[in-house]
Nanobody
Framework: QVQLVESGGGLVQSGKSLRLSCAAS????????MGWYRQAPGKDRELVAT???????NYADSLKGRFTISRDNAENTVYLQMNSLKPEDTAVYYC??????????WGQGTQVTVSS
């Protein structure tokens, strides 16, 4: 059973940065892609960014230029660098591993709160 553990969330002032980590219990190289999603109160879960096993990245249009996803295969960890944070970035951030054929694994989420 794959386990994903997110960390790095917290309370931060507007304009500051945070880096989220997602540590997998197994090799992330075996997954087609890894990604970050977020869910704000009262809203649907939405895509933040994904990265494939070959390193190709994809971002939500509204977050391009502020957020950067990366991966360390040796450490089985995916990161999300978030810069110039805004109050509207406040959400629970989830890590997802896509194994293919519709099989996905999710972490428990980490809260990010940005104060104005």
């Amino acid at each position: 059973q794959v386990q994903l553990v997110e960390s790095g969330g917290g309370l931060v002032q507007s304009g500051k940065s945070l880096r989220l980590s997602c540590a997998a219990s197994g090799s992330i190289f075996s997954f087609n892609s890894m990604g970050w999603y977020r869910q704000a109160p009262g809203k649907d879960r939405e895509l933040v960014a994904t990265i494939t096993s070959s390193g190709k990245t994809n971002y939500a249009d509204s977050l391009k230029g502020r957020f950067t996803i990366s991966r360390d295969n040796a450490e089985n960890t995916v990161y999300l660098q978030m810069n110039s944070l805004k109050p509207e970035d406040t959400a629970v951030y989830y890590c997802k591993a896509a194994a293919g054929l519709g099989l996905n694994y999710w972490g428990q989420g980490t809260q990010v709160t940005v104060s104005s």
